[in-house]
């Protein structure tokens, strides 16, 4: 079982839709989790950064963590043509550099 | 992308080539480190270096060498690749100070690598 378990997708959508993007793991002791944003030819760029349970928002970007569940979701609200791409999740249980990552979800929002 | 560069961004080389990655960041940190990515798999680590030390090397095959002169430089020294390793190669960076938190990474925009 990978500790990290995300849809690839493709997601498709029409603009201004909810979109919601999802990451499940294993490993209890990840307290850390971040959201990148990755486009085509480029690479990752943070999104949301969210320590322990809870939620966090940041314009039309709301990250969710559900420690109980394991599960950990990005909504983006209002969604854009220019939100098209690769969204990675990524996690880690802290006091060390290494960051597990999903293998990520590619959006594409249609006009 | 100014705070963490890379060259070259192509790179295609056959099987018996040596040849080396560069990896520069501009925001002052002291945490870098090297990723690969490959098609549908989760970015994987390879190599971290903190304030110039090697921290981390993930089981990864002698072919791939390190080396982080100062703490702004990171290169990959690559010889007698195999196909299967194409793949997009990440630098990133992070201020490599902070304790018992998570440090957020900035990745560079990777260096496409094809071996033939």
């Known amino acids: 079982q990978k500790e990290v378990e995300q849809d690839p997708g493709p997601l498709s959508v029409p603009e201004g839709a909810i979109v919601s993007l999802n990451c499940t793991y294993s490993n209890s002791a990840f307290q850390y989790f971040m959201w990148y944003r990755q486009y085509s030819r480029k690479g990752p760029e943070l999104l949301m950064y969210?320590?322990?349970?809870g939620n966090k928002e940041d314009g039309r970007f709301t990250a969710q963590v559900d420690k109980s569940s394991k599960y950990i979701s990005l909504f983006i609200r209002d969604s854009q043509p220019s939100d098209s791409a690769t969204y990675l999740c990524?996690?880690?249980?802290?006091?060390?550099?290494?960051?597990?990552f999903g293998s990520g979800t590619r959006l594409l929002v249609r006009p | 992308e100014t705070g963490v560069t890379q060259t070259p961004r192509h790179l295609v080389m056959g099987m018996t080539n040596k040849k080396s990655l560069k990896c520069e960041q501009h925001?002052?940190?002291?945490?870098m480190y090297w990723y690969k990515q490959s098609a549908k798999k989760p970015l994987e680590l390879m190599f971290v270096y903190n304030f110039k030390e090697q921290t981390e090397n993930n089981s990864v095959p002698s072919r791939f060498s390190p080396e982080c002169p100062n703490s702004s430089h990171l290169f990959l020294h690559l010889h007698t690749l195999q196909p299967e390793d194409s793949a997009l190669y990440l630098c990133?960076?992070?201020?490599?100070?902070?304790?018992?938190?998570?440090?957020?990474?900035?990745f560079g925009p990777g260096t496409r690598l094809l071996v033939l």
């Open positions: 990133a960076s992070s201020p490599g100070a902070q304790r018992g938190s998570q440090e957020t990474q900035y």
């Open positions: 925001l002052g940190h002291n945490a």
């Open positions: 990524a996690m880690s249980a802290g006091s060390s550099y290494k960051l597990i």
């Open positions: 969210t320590y322990s349970s």
